[in-house]
């Protein structure tokens, strides 16, 4: 008998979330007009503790919005980690501007700020402008927020926090998205909180996120007819997939508390062997143990693919941390400020099954396996 399928990240639904989607269905509520979406943002914008939020597609899709309100074109760079997902980057390269990749610090696994005045300076060389700093939150672990910051008030750029997977996650008390210009939130499936696909930029300037809202709706003017000023997206997340979030938002602090919990099982099973470590969480941190990340020791217990493989043997999904983006063909030649940290993480880094949905004994599964191949 095949045992079922552990996987890595999976939606974690409820009753509520049933409830509140079919009640918005029957209030014939579907498109991202109407009451459902704005309860969403106010309630995203209330547990994140910023004034104001506008919901849409993806957190890729918010990225793109808060990098085309620079009014971005070739010649200019922006400043992002090579250690992230490629929704964070790609927005970059989408509306002309140059990336210029900055290594991770080795405790926080985000952007150094020690790093960045280095590449403030290769980008002048380069003779590009640098028009903005887009960290990422990996794995649910905040940003030095305030030592980016610093760097980049003395530059006089914004910064555009990328916290697509710290949804939960807080620094010195305050949440994800706190200190940067603006943040970006996903609800991917895989994410801690799921609309099955969408996402969130949020502020504490009003304007700015009134922007992002009208440019996301076909910057459309108000008028009879459709008038525009200028070319728009179609970025606006349904009321349907709001509805889910939104019933999602209620159970958030539990979903986090579970991650935790599931992280704190992993340690207590697995902390003995000899070469494996975990991610850290930073100091002042509140790690939403999005996803609970290992490190092989290559000398002391080998790669982390032959674990991965007899994981996988045993129907249970493991996967690589993120690709560094210096080392993606999409971005040859792309100026990369140090990288030794993120090509270290890469090659002894392993994510396991942290969904909040799964049982301690789907947790035990997976360390029995680790501990039969590594023992
Ligand atoms: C998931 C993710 C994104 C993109 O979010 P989508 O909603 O999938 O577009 C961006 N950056 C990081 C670091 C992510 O993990």
Same mark, same amino acid.
């Given at each position: ?115 960045? *005045?280095? @590449?403030?300076?290769? %980008?002048?060389?380069?003779? $590009?402008?640098?028009? &903005?700093?887009? =960290? !990422?939150?990996? /794995? ?63 502020? *504490?300037? @009003?304007?700015?996120? %009134?922007?992002?809202?009208? $440019?996301?709706?076909? &910057?459309?003017? =108000? !008028?009879?007819? /459709? ?82 493989? !007899? ?65």
């Amino acid at each position: 008998m095949t045992l079922s399928r552990i996987p890595l990240s999976a939606p974690d639904l409820g009753p509520a979330e049933r409830a509140l989607l079919i009640e918005t269905f029957d209030a014939g509520w579907v498109s991202s007009v109407g009451p459902v979406v704005e309860r969403f943002e106010r309630t995203f914008a209330e547990t994140v503790g910023l004034a104001h939020a506008t919901a849409v597609s993806s957190g890729t899709a918010a990225l793109h919005l808060a990098l085309v309100m620079l009014g971005l074109k070739p010649g200019d760079a922006v400043i992002a980690p090579t250690l992230t997902f490629i929704g964070g980057v790609s927005p970059i390269v989408q509306t002309g501007a140059t990336p210029i990749f900055v290594d991770v610090d080795p405790v926080s696994w985000n952007l150094a700020p020690a790093l960045l *005045d280095q @590449a403030f300076e290769v %980008a002048a060389h380069d003779g $590009l402008t640098v028009r &903005a700093i887009v =960290p !990422a939150d990996l /794995y649910g672990q905040c940003s030095d927020i305030d030592a980016i910051r610093a760097v980049a008030d003395r530059h006089g750029v914004p910064v555009i926090l990328d916290a697509a997977e710290a949804v939960g996650a807080s620094r010195n008390g305050r949440a994800a998205g706190h200190g940067a210009s603006c943040a970006a939130y996903s609800f991917n499936g895989n994410k801690i909180v799921t609309t099955g696909g969408g996402g969130m930029l949020a502020s *504490d300037d @009003a304007a700015l996120i %009134a922007r992002a809202r009208h $440019l996301a709706t076909a &910057a459309r003017l =108000p !008028a009879v007819h /459709y008038e525009h000023a200028e070319a728009g997206f179609n970025y606006r997340l349904g009321s349907l997939a709001a509805a889910v979030g939104l019933a999602q938002m209620g159970s958030l602090e539990a979903k986090v508390e579970r991650r935790r919990a599931i992280f704190d099982r992993y340690v207590a099973r697995l902390g003995s062997i000899s070469g494996l470590s975990f991610a850290p969480e930073a100091p002042g941190c509140r790690h939403s143990r999005w996803l609970t990340v290992i490190r092989l020791d290559p000398a002391r217990a080998g790669k982390p693919e032959t674990l991965r493989l !007899a994981l996988e043997t045993a129907n249970i999904e493991s996967r690589p941390i993120w690709k560094p983006m210096h080392l993606q063909p999409a971005f040859t030649g792309a100026a990369m400020i140090g990288g030794a940290v993120a090509e270290d993480l890469f090659a002894t880094g392993l994510c396991l099954p942290s969904g909040s949905a799964l049982t301690d004994d789907d947790i035990d599964r997976v360390c029995d396996v680790i501990l039969a191949v590594m023992n």
